[in-house]
């Protein structure tokens, strides 16, 4: 029997003529074969995978980008805060308006200021070799958070990968983005200004960008390149500066004199009416390229020069612009020094005083003039501590007077007056040398003499009389007794009244302030009523003995500013006293601090050693010289500390003009930022085993100004 079927004879005959070695070749090839054919179906697969991955990254890459531009656009490099610093960054958090705020218009309020509506922080994570971009969102915003407690906030969460844990934390949500490795970084460009204009312009709201400060000293370095092809110099002209962290302008002249100078000496300048804060602005006059001015800012700064704002008291204080030479701009001062009554506004005159009638002379007479105040329906405006009178005489030439006693009294009855005098509250009017008053005075013809201060409170609802007496005897073949007459338009009423000095036989000079002093006259048969007012033409108040300016509360961001620098610029006559006193609180309406007899008192100047909360608010106190009626005036005053380390919107209030040049700007020897800018490589799964380099990863680049200052 035949072991082997057919068939498999057949198939061994198809065999006969090859060896075992050619058998097994044929065998490798045919792996071979299909070993390769393995590995191309491998390969394709793989790069379509490669593929869709790239799609799928370039797609995240694409709307991450999208978001970057979009929020970045609505938020402010001043609110941005990047991490670790220094760099390279992998975390940024930043604020966005609240989601209800028109984003076609600027986001800020009516005081200016932008009211956040929450914290975005995008960030890489894990911080190392980071395999994703996470967004973790603080909705509502805790904007009572200090800028420690933010990059706090900005730590922890890069650190943790969430805001769970941290500021605000209850209020944090987390999502991905997409697989990322990420370096966040703010672009800084050479940052310049053409101070060149064919007339002079004021340009009150340059922005220049964002700088970072260091937390005490600052250098702003102006670096002179060149000019304008028109213009005659290369001058700059700089107003004020917006630099602070806290929002607070300082005036340029305040960082006067320059930290250092090259090529010309920079100088303050003044000039009323030009539209200059304070009028007054810095100017360096560069003979050419080259040329450079250092200002030193010491972070931060409250610079109070204006005297206004929200918050802000005058208690018999006011602001007065001054333009003497050396002295313009707005300075605080005690109130007063202000008309209170004018003879003419009385008997409704034009301020001319009129003829006596022919033949009249006073001299040897006793006069009454009434003042009459707002309850007698006349003109009586303002209040005041004390007053100076002033007495007018004749305007016909040859006719002066010499008044030889004055008093001044409330009248007796306020909303009827009449020469009847309440003696309780009588004074005596002196003239001269207030340090060596005199009893008498001799007022020239068409020439007018003020007395020296008298402490008589002056209230507009009340009347006052003033009483005098005049010499009887002429000097110097002058004769003494005609005083001016205001008349009044209404000849029926009665507002001046005399004892003619022919009814006073026997009553020598020395005893007629007796006369003056009387309560009533009008038991003397021989008074004469006038209508009109005789002699008496002005009564004017002194300044306030005492004054007060309460600042507005300034918000330091700081729950401990350490206060270091105080300093002012103010004029203190001799006899007259300035204090400057400060109190702080937690609540920014300082509900929590001390009443401000308790407060602490600030040196007038120099260094200080103190350590305040975070809201602050400066007392002025100023009290005159009663003698002199002179008083101290404040120009500015500056209070400094050390702030934030932070970066910050630079800015300022240039004057561009026909001798201007074009200076490039630095602080800190670097250029402010104009944009914030992020470069983002993204990294897939698939794509990192690649073995073509280029292949793995994939960067994209956001660059946006943002329009919120």
């Known amino acids: 029997?035949?072991?082997?079927?057919?068939?498999?004879?057949?198939?061994?005959?198809?065999?006969?003529?090859?060896?075992?070695?050619?058998?097994?070749?044929?065998?490798?090839?045919?792996?071979?074969?299909?070993?390769?054919?393995?590995?191309?179906?491998?390969?394709?697969?793989?790069?379509?995978?490669?593929?869709?991955?790239?799609?799928?990254?370039?797609?995240?890459?694409?709307?991450?980008?999208?978001?970057?531009?979009?929020?970045?656009?609505?938020?402010?490099?001043?609110?941005?805060?990047?991490?670790?610093?220094?760099?390279?960054?992998?975390?940024?958090?930043?604020?966005?308006?609240?989601?209800?705020?028109?984003?076609?218009?600027q986001s800020v309020g009516p005081d200016g200021y932008v009211d956040w509506g929450e914290t975005v922080i995008v960030h890489a994570w894990p911080p190392q070799n980071s395999t994703e971009m996470r967004m973790t969102q603080f909705r509502p915003r805790d904007n009572s958070l200090t800028p420690e407690e933010r990059m706090e906030q900005l730590e922890h969460v890069s650190l943790t990968g969430s805001g769970s844990g941290t500021h605000n934390g209850t209020n944090a949500t987390t999502m991905t983005l997409a697989r990322v490795q990420a370096d966040f970084s703010v672009r800084t460009a050479i940052s310049g200004y053409n101070f060149y204009a064919a007339t002079d312009v004021h340009e009150p709201s340059v922005y220049v960008g964002g700088v970072r400060l260091n937390s005490k000293e600052n250098r702003i370095r102006f670096r002179v390149t060149g000019?304008?092809?028109?213009?005659?110099?290369?001058?700059?002209?700089?107003?004020?500066?917006?630099?602070?962290?806290?929002?607070?302008?300082?005036?340029?002249?305040?960082?006067?004199?320059?930290?250092?100078?090259?090529?010309?000496?920079?100088?303050?300048?003044?000039?009323?009416?030009?539209?200059?804060?304070?009028?007054?602005?810095?100017?360096?006059?560069?003979?050419?390229?080259?040329?450079?001015?250092?200002?030193?800012?010491?972070?931060?700064?409250?610079?109070?020069?204006?005297?206004q704002g929200r918050d802000s008291e005058f208690l018999n204080s006011v602001t007065e612009l001054r333009t003497e030479p050396g002295l313009m701009g707005t300075w605080l001062r005690p109130a007063g020094r202000q008309l209170a009554w004018f003879a003419p506004f009385q008997t409704d005159g034009d301020g001319e005083s009129s003829p006596l009638p022919s033949g009249t002379d006073f001299g040897g007479s006793v006069?009454?003039?009434?003042?009459?105040?707002?309850?007698?329906?006349?003109?009586?405006?303002?209040?005041?501590e004390g007053v100076r009178v002033t007495f007018r005489a004749s305007d016909e030439a040859g006719k002066g007077m010499n008044i030889r006693w004055a008093f001044i009294s409330e009248a007796a009855n306020h909303q009827n007056p009449t020469q009847r005098i309440n003696t309780a509250t009588t004074q005596q009017v002196r003239f001269g040398n207030p340090d060596t008053p005199q009893n008498s005075v001799w007022?020239?013809?068409?020439?007018?003499?003020?007395?020296?201060?008298?402490?008589f409170p002056i209230d507009p609802d009340k009347s006052y009389v003033v009483s005098y007496s005049l010499a009887s005897s002429p000097s110097g073949g002058i004769f003494p007794g005609y005083p001016a007459w205001f008349q009044d338009a209404d000849p029926d009423r009665e507002d001046t009244y005399i004892i003619p000095s022919s009814a006073l036989p026997g009553e020598a000079d020395p005893q007629r302030p007796t006369v003056l002093q009387e309560a009533d006259w009008g038991t003397r048969a021989e008074m004469i009523r006038y209508s009109g007012i005789l002699g008496t033409a002005e009564l004017n108040t002194t300044y306030y003995n005492e004054a007060v300016f309460t600042s507005r509360i300034v918000d330091t961001n700081l729950e401990s500013p350490a206060l270091e620098v105080f300093r002012h610029e103010s004029e203190i006559p001799e006899g007259t006293t300035l204090s400057f006193r400060l109190r702080s609180g937690s609540r920014p309406d300082l509900s929590d601090a001390l009443d401000w007899e308790y407060a602490s008192q600030l040196p007038l100047t120099g260094d200080i050693d103190m350590t305040e909360s975070r809201y602050l608010q400066v007392q002025v106190n100023m009290s005159r010289n009663a003698v002199r009626d002179t008083i101290p005036r404040v120009r500015n005053f500056t209070l400094s500390w050390p702030g934030p380390e932070r970066t910050v919107d630079f800015g300022g209030s240039f004057i561009r003009t026909p001798r201007g040049g074009l200076a490039e700007i630095l602080v800190n020897d670097l250029p402010p930022a104009t944009s914030f800018h992020a470069e983002i490589l993204l990294t897939g799964e698939h794509v990192a085993r690649s073995p073509v380099p280029e292949a793995r990863d994939w960067r994209i680049s956001v660059e946006t100004t943002p329009r919120n200052r």
């Open 1 to 105: 029997m035949n072991p082997f079927p057919r068939a498999l004879k057949s198939s061994l005959k198809s065999f006969r003529g090859f060896t075992l070695v050619e058998v097994l070749i044929a065998l490798s090839i045919s792996v071979l074969v299909l070993t390769g054919a393995m590995r191309l179906l491998l390969t394709i697969v793989q790069r379509d995978a490669m593929s869709a991955e790239h799609v799928r990254i370039i797609s995240e890459g694409q709307k991450m980008a999208d978001f970057l531009r979009t929020t970045t656009r609505l938020t402010s490099l001043q609110e941005m805060l990047l991490f670790p610093d220094p760099g390279p960054h992998n975390a940024v958090s930043y604020p966005l308006p609240p989601a209800d705020m028109p984003v076609q218009n």
């Open 227 to 307: 000019r304008a092809a028109q213009s005659d110099g290369h001058e700059l002209t700089l107003d004020r500066f917006y630099i602070s962290p806290t929002g607070l302008p300082i005036e340029a002249e305040a960082m006067m004199p320059p930290t250092d100078q090259s090529g010309a000496t920079g100088a303050v300048v003044e000039r009323v009416g030009a539209n200059w804060s304070g009028d007054r602005a810095v100017r360096f006059p560069a003979g050419g390229a080259g040329a450079e001015l250092e200002l030193t800012y010491f972070n931060d700064t409250w610079h109070e020069d204006r005297f």
């Open 367 to 384: 006069l009454r003039t009434v003042l009459r105040g707002q309850e007698a329906g006349d003109q009586l405006t303002v209040m005041g």
């Open 443 to 455: 007022v020239p013809p068409q020439g007018q003499v003020t007395s020296v201060p008298v402490d």
